[in-house]
């Protein structure tokens, strides 16, 4: 009797205790959260609705945006000295996920995910591969906040005036380059990325499409394969013979510069500037957007995709004020209106959403460029460079240096790439 | 040296070979008027019609204004700081004809900018002054310090020693010998150590990115907001640039008059 | 302060007066210097205590070009700034009408923040984008690489240099003019001395306490080289800007190797004392 009376009671405590871990918004009201981002075109779009997130939770921001040197320089700086001062923040796991993980950086996300989430919010709604790109040991450590990729960029308008085709193959670029060169003096027939450090995001596609891979089938890291140096070759080449001058120096900015200006005919570039290409009206017009062209002997497309995150620093006093943050920013409502504005949302629900494909239709490169992130998402892969599981970027600088050698004609293809095997073994842990 | 036969002639070559001198200044100041796509187009525009937007942009849409006023406290405090602390190090280094103390003194500037980096951010948030202006002006004045001087230590080499001791036969002590009569005829020197210390403390960007708050951010870390990934806004970039670089500008104009020919312990030498 | 005939009345002292200057720089300077020091000795391992970055330092090709760059850099620079900056001081000196805004504008480029040199740097010199090379074409010259040139850009990257701090060197040398004494010309010209010999025989000795002051306070910054590289070309093509300076902060903010880059500022920040004290032993020399 008293065991029932007793249980009865238990169950009117605890009821009301279960209704109150009902998720609330507004539970972090009047608390102040630091949020650092890198300056990207995402965080250009989010700006003008951070407001929104305040007015919804009573969270208020302080942000901080910094171009991409300088906002490493200062995450490093806070984040080594275990500084509790910022509490979200950008990340590009294909960079530095393992690094930051290793060093304990990144909050695990995985307890609030489950107990301190929105009902609607979906996690599983986000693609999964790039989902998975932020796990390590079981450990979630940031969430995606856009799909992006290097896409092949062509000038509809010089190629009809030239008489050609748009390239099938990927071998066919430099002959391609030859014709428009022999017959439009006053345009570069292609432009890319030389700036060292910079060159393994266009150049990734080059050598998958070509067969070529960043690690012997045994898994060791090295550049000295054959198709791997066929594609570095087509790269180098490209840039050296058609490319404007200065091309060791240039990455996205001048690329994009030139691409805007109507100054070249063709370049591999981010998804991510489609829409300041299309700021000149002229572009709207002539500029065509499709994936890489595939390889002609092996068939193989296999463009590259990566993804920026957002991420809870583990030194961070206010984590779960800073998840409330991360889990509106990757909402599907937040994710549709950034989609508005050319960022191309993780989440297919979003993607494949009336007002998505509205926007989208509203011309033609733009449509194209849906096409074309769709495809990148379901074929792509986030690395270019040697395997390094902390030393990514060390990776991507060896790189850079073996096709700056290339541009500059200072050695071919294969002498570069293969000199440098040593280096990028000891790097690989 | 005032036998100049054609000042005229002489006022124009200066001119002309100043403005060719400062190209890249007058290109970042036009460049500023331009629309952020007219400013890396090709040919490049030299006739253009002027727009206040990226104007607008700085100081409507960013916290510019704020930064600015925060590179002005932190530079004037510094520069303070350092003056302080370098002017009678000065004058006993050169009194008693020491050498190493100079040395020390640039310790600080001896070291990559990025090696104090992390240890000084630890420091200031261990005692509760990470992103203060404390921090930015004790950082600062690491540069500001040795620069004056140094600066300052040919002018005090440069004074007899008999004016020194003509103020201790009249009973002064050292402290009063340096304010009453060594600096008055050495203010020149103090002149260039200021305006020196002060575009060094303004213009530094290292330690303010990695030491400023919110509220205390300087106008050229802020600067750098405007280069980024998808749109360097290159308008912006030298507006702000612009604005930058306007205080000290003025300050050496209001200054450099005072760089004139003929100091006064010409006239002691006799 | 030159010597005045020995006084029988005891000495001024005024040593307590760097005090609180060295007590600035050694409490600023201490933690830091420690700080790196024993992340350099951590080695990659983290706990024991190891000369293993030092000997990593020794036998790092990378190292031995940043150390050739950087002095080349330094030479370069550091040469065509004391001539030019001379050279300037002497043409405002002599040409008192030059004054205000045409003085203030030649001794502007030092103004500007060395970052702001690199951006415009960026644009004007770019080979395609640029009005560098749009003048040359003007002018009829073959358009030039710039900074996109493995061969010569560090020697453009010296020459931005200069044209920034040449005013710089030129109002130090300007000050140390201005102050020499008026009876040493005097007394030579009694003795016919004039123009190139007067300048070469007695300014430039006098000068020689001044232009050291401007050599060591460019020196520590040369040395130090990285803004406009930082900018412009991030130390490449290939390697041929990276300067020691550029490469320990590649180490330890893009590659994280914390341990390596703090042996690497260690042995940059001794390099530079060691100019230093070569300056200043140089100085105590040529002073009067």
Not at chain 1, 205 to 225: E, H, M, Q, R, V
Not at chain 1, 352 to 375: C, G, L
Not at chain 2, 48 to 64: A, I, Q, V
């Amino acid at each position: 009797m008293k065991a029932i009376a007793l249980s009865a009671i238990m169950t009117l405590a605890v009821g009301p205790v279960l209704a109150q871990d009902a998720f609330d918004w507004r539970k972090h009201d009047g608390q102040t959260i630091n949020l650092m981002l890198n300056n990207t075109a995402w965080t250009q779009t989010l700006r003008p609705i951070l407001d929104q997130f305040t007015e919804k939770t009573g969270i208020k921001l302080r942000t901080e945006v910094f171009s991409e040197e300088q906002y490493r320089t200062r995450l490093n700086t806070l984040l080594q000295a275990k500084s509790s001062d910022v509490d979200a923040f950008m990340t590009l796991p294909s960079r530095e996920g393992p690094m930051f993980q290793k060093n304990g950086w990144y909050a695990d996300l995985t307890p609030f995910l489950k107990s301190s989430t929105s009902p609607d919010y979906d996690y599983e709604g986000i693609s999964k591969s790039l989902r998975e790109g932020g796990v390590f040991d079981g450990a979630i450590t940031s969430i995606p906040i856009n799909v992006e990729g290097p896409l092949f960029y062509w000038r509809r308008d010089v190629f009809e005036k030239c008489n050609i085709q748009k390239p099938e193959f990927l071998e066919d670029l430099p002959a391609v380059a030859a014709k428009i060169k022999a017959c439009d003096s006053s345009i570069y027939p292609w432009a890319a990325r030389g700036l060292r450090g910079t060159v393994g995001y266009p150049l990734g596609g080059f050598i998958y499409n070509s067969g070529g891979d960043f690690k012997t089938p045994d898994g060791k890291a090295s550049l000295c394969i054959p198709e791997t140096i066929k594609g570095l070759q087509l790269y180098g080449e490209l840039l050296r013979e058609y490319g404007p001058p200065g091309a060791t120096n240039h990455t996205y900015i001048q690329v994009i510069d030139l691409l805007a200006q109507g100054r070249v005919a063709m370049t591999n570039e981010s998804s991510g500037d489609m829409i300041n290409v299309l700021k000149r009206p002229e572009r709207v017009e002539d500029i065509g957007i499709a994936v890489l062209p595939k390889g002609k002997e092996t068939g193989i497309s296999k463009p590259i995709v990566i993804n920026w995150a957002v991420s809870v620093s583990n030194y961070s006093q206010k984590k779960d004020a800073a998840w409330y943050f991360l889990q509106w920013v990757t909402s599907k409502e937040v994710q549709a209106i950034l989609a508005d504005g050319g960022i191309a949302p993780p989440r297919a629900s979003v993607f494949e959403s009336e007002k998505f494909a509205k926007w989208t239709n509203e011309n033609r490169p733009r449509s194209e460029w849906a096409k074309a992130i769709q495809e990148i998402s379901a074929t792509g892969s986030p690395d270019y460079q040697t395997p390094s599981l902390t030393r990514t970027p060390e990776a991507r600088d060896i790189l850079s240096m073996v096709v700056q050698q290339i541009v500059l004609g200072q050695a071919d293809a294969k002498t570069a790439a293969c000199a440098v095997t040593e280096q990028v073994q000891a790097i690989q842990n | 040296m005032n036998d100049v036969r054609h000042p005229l002639l002489v006022k124009a070559a200066f001119s002309i070979g100043s403005l060719l001198f400062l190209f890249p200044i007058i290109w970042m100041a036009l460049s500023s008027f331009k629309s952020p796509l007219d400013v890396t187009a090709y040919p490049p525009t030299l006739i253009f019609s002027p727009t206040l937007e990226n104007f607008g942009e700085l100081f409507g849409r960013t916290d510019f204004l704020h930064n600015t006023w925060n590179s002005f406290v932190v530079a004037s405090g510094s520069t303070l700081l350092g003056l302080l602390l370098a002017t009678p190090a000065a004058f006993a280094i050169s009194w008693h004809r020491m050498s190493w103390p100079a040395t020390v003194s640039l310790f600080a500037r001896m070291a990559p900018g990025t090696l104090f980096l992390l240890p000084w951010f630890i420091m200031f948030s261990n005692i509760g002054l990470s992103g203060s202006f404390t921090a930015l002006i004790l950082a600062h004045a690491v540069i500001t310090m040795p620069l004056a001087l140094w600066i300052l230590l040919p002018y005090f080499d440069g004074m007899p020693r008999e004016v020194v001791e003509s103020g201790q036969i009249d009973g002064c002590g050292g402290l009063s010998i340096l304010v009453r009569i060594v600096i008055p005829m050495i203010y020149p020197g103090i002149i260039v150590a200021t305006i020196m210390s002060f575009v060094f403390s303004w213009n530094y960007f290292l330690f303010a990115l990695a030491l400023s708050g919110f509220e205390t951010k300087t106008a050229i870390v802020a600067s750098f907001n405007f280069i980024g990934e998808g749109t360097t806004n290159w308008g912006a970039l030298m507006a702000a640039a612009t604005v930058i670089a306007i205080p000290p500008l003025v300050l050496t104009f209001i200054v450099q008059r005072w760089l004139v020919a003929g100091l006064s312990f010409g006239a002691v030498k006799g | 302060m030159q010597d005045a005939q020995p006084q029988g009345q005891t000495a001024l002292s005024v040593r307590w007066m760097i005090v609180p200057a060295v007590l600035m720089t050694l409490a600023m300077v201490v933690f830091p210097l420690a700080y790196a020091i024993r992340l350099s000795l951590g080695g990659p391992g983290g706990a024991s205590v190891s000369t293993e970055n030092f000997q990593r330092l020794a036998s790092d090709p990378v190292f031995w070009s940043a150390l050739r760059i950087t002095f080349g850099l330094f030479g370069m620079a550091l040469v065509m700034q004391l001539v030019l900056g001379t050279a300037l001081a002497l043409l405002l000196n002599r040409y008192d009408v030059v004054r205000g805004l045409v003085r203030t504008a030649i001794l502007s480029p030092f103004m500007l923040p060395p970052v702001v040199v690199g951006m415009v740097a960026i644009v004007v010199l770019d080979p395609g984008l640029g009005a560098a090379n749009w003048v040359l074409q003007a002018l009829g010259l073959p358009p030039f690489l710039w900074l996109a040139s493995p061969q010569w850009s560090l020697l453009v990257i010296a020459l931005i240099d200069t044209w920034q701090w040449t005013p710089f060197v030129a109002l130090i040398v300007l000050g140390g003019l201005q102050s020499l004494p008026g009876r040493v010309y005097e007394a030579a010209e009694i003795d016919g001395a004039v123009g190139i010999r007067r300048f070469w025989h007695i300014t430039l000795p006098l000068l020689g306490p001044t232009l050291l002051t401007a050599a060591v306070l460019r020196s520590v910054d040369l040395l130090r080289f990285f803004d406009v590289i930082y900018i412009t070309t991030q130390g490449g093509p290939g390697n041929s800007t990276t300067t020691l300076n550029i490469y320990a902060y590649k180490l330890g903010f893009d590659f994280m190797d914390v341990g390596y880059a703090s042996a690497l500022m260690i042995a940059l920040a001794t390099i530079v004392f060691g100019s230093v004290l070569f300056f200043a032993s140089l100085r105590r020399k040529v002073a009067w």
